[in-house]
């Protein structure tokens, strides 16, 4: 039987650009400091660097048209494009010998095309030096745990923890978003739970990955993740399941609809397509979207969940998720008031029709991708499950225990599943478990 293996690695170079990018050496060179991408993490390394009188040189986004990024009153930080580091970064330098450019790469979800761009540069640019954050996060804390007791000028130089994607259930236990020390510590508590997964899932594959995201969570090592790929149209669909097989499939946090558009492309001979998306703008998108390419659809303004209701949301530009709140000072501008519903309770009421009776076993696909309140819905869904045994493909890295909760409870409702998981992203976003007959 193949055994789940964690390692234990460091990553010297991380510490070595640490000490650089802090200047606990005095280094001699010129350092000039940039940060590839701006975010919650370039913000906390600005921020933990500033009472050191210690600045940053520029924040390099393609994607701005931001000329600045304010940080105080006396202290504003250029925003350059990426082709500009260079002239930028050698600005009033007179001897090109002694400088140093370091750039942390903040960018979490599409890592290594981040790298490829930096180390392109490298070829004429031999002065720069970059690193992930993943890297100089892990560096940071175990430095300042290690100094906390000494009078060490940097000790308390910690960069802000990794963080998951679950506003929605930390809400309902009144918490803040969870962070990777949380999947360490939970990890530790509930180091059989996530063996006992591991050793259940269907192929080599599957194993292979599932062992790569560990340690790479545990260790902060992104050298876990250099054969890995942000795929998003191969997401959910895969050779292990027979997709020609599928008469019905429900897009459950159906976002803009591409997720529709792929499957009915990839099934032309579906009988319908459900989706469900609870943000009022994204879902007029969808549907003119879907309405206009597809037939035979069906579109929900809800959120599935565990109960009938309603619910707070709000959303951004890239992600929307549920407050599970009842202050009414939630009420506003930035938060709408959305219809919770079970899959169940569409069934029963026959919204939802699926009038084909050799449905069993892998007639029905179900996607879910609805930023941690997967578990919430699936628990709205217990019948609709045991009826259809669906195959079922759902994102498990919203929240810092998805690896063994959502296997879990899925086979709690419904033993006839082989297990499967893949990983869309080269970094920390896009794991997927599938669940097939």
């Known amino acids: 039987m193949n055994a789940l293996k964690v390692y ?21 060179k010129i350092i000039k400091r940039y940060i590839f991408g701006h975010n919650q993490y370039s913000k906390s390394i600005i921020n933990s660097l500033v009472s050191y009188d210690i600045r940053i040189d520029g924040i390099i986004d393609d994607f701005t048209d931001n000329k600045y990024y304010q940080v105080a009153h006396n202290y504003k930080i250029p925003i350059i494009k990426l082709v500009d580091l260079c002239s930028h970064s050698c600005n009033n330098i007179d001897n090109i010998d002694l400088l140093s450019v370091k750039v942390v790469v903040v960018v ?25 954050y993943f890297a100089i996060q892990r560096v940071s804390r175990e ?10 000028k940097f000790k308390d130089v910690t960069f802000l923890e990794l963080e998951f994607f679950d506003s929605f259930k930390q809400s309902q236990v009144q918490k803040d978003v969870s962070t990777w020390e949380d ?35 545990l260790n902060q090592d992104y050298s ?35 997720t529709s558009l792929e499957f009915a492309k990839r099934c032309e ?27 035979n659809i069906q579109g929900f303004n809800i959120a599935l969940s565990d109960r009938d209701g309603e619910v707070f949301f709000c959303s951004d530009t890239t992600s929307s998720h549920m407050i599970d709140n009842s202050n009414e000072t939630l009420r506003g501008d930035d938060h709408d ?18 009038d084909d009776t050799s449905l069993n076993r892998g ?19 217990e019948e609709f499950i045991s009826t259809y045994t669906p195959v079922i493909a759902i994102c498990v890295y919203h929240s810092f225990d998805d690896l063994w909760k959502i296997p879990e409870m899925l086979l709690s409702i419904n033993k006839q599943y082989k297990i499967y998981f893949r990983h869309y992203s080269s970094g920390l976003t896009e794991s997927v478990m599938f669940f097939v007959p």
């Open 8 to 28: 234990s690695t460091e990553n010297l170079h991380a510490l070595d650009f640490f000490v650089d990018f802090i200047n606990l050496d005095s280094n001699p």
């Open 108 to 132: 979490t979800s599409q890592t290594k095309k981040a790298f490829q761009k930096l180390q392109a540069l490298q070829v004429n640019f031999n002065f720069l030096d970059f690193i992930d």
């Open 143 to 152: 430095f300042s745990q290690k100094n906390c007791k000494n009078n060490t």
């Open 183 to 217: 999947f360490r510590s939970d990890y530790k508590e509930n180091k059989v739970r996530y063996e006992k997964i591991f050793e259940i899932l269907a192929d080599m594959e599957s194993m292979s990955q599932f062992e790569k995201i560990i340690n790479f969570r």
């Open 224 to 258: 876990f993740m250099k054969n890995f790929d942000y795929r998003p149209s191969e997401q959910y669909f895969e050779d292990f399941y027979n997709i020609a097989n599928i008469k019905y499939f429900f897009d459950i946090g159906a976002y803009r609809g591409e």
């Open 269 to 295: 001979s579906y009988k319908k397509i459900y989706y469900f998306e609870p943000e009022r703008q994204n879902f007029i998108i969808a549907q003119n979207i879907l309405e206009n390419n597809l037939s």
């Open 337 to 354: 008031v959305v219809t919770l519903q079970k899959l169940d309770t569409l069934m029963r009421n026959r919204q939802i029709l699926l």
């Open 363 to 381: 007639g029905v696909f179900v996607k879910i991708d609805i930023e941690s309140a997967e578990l919430s819905a699936l628990y709205g869904m």
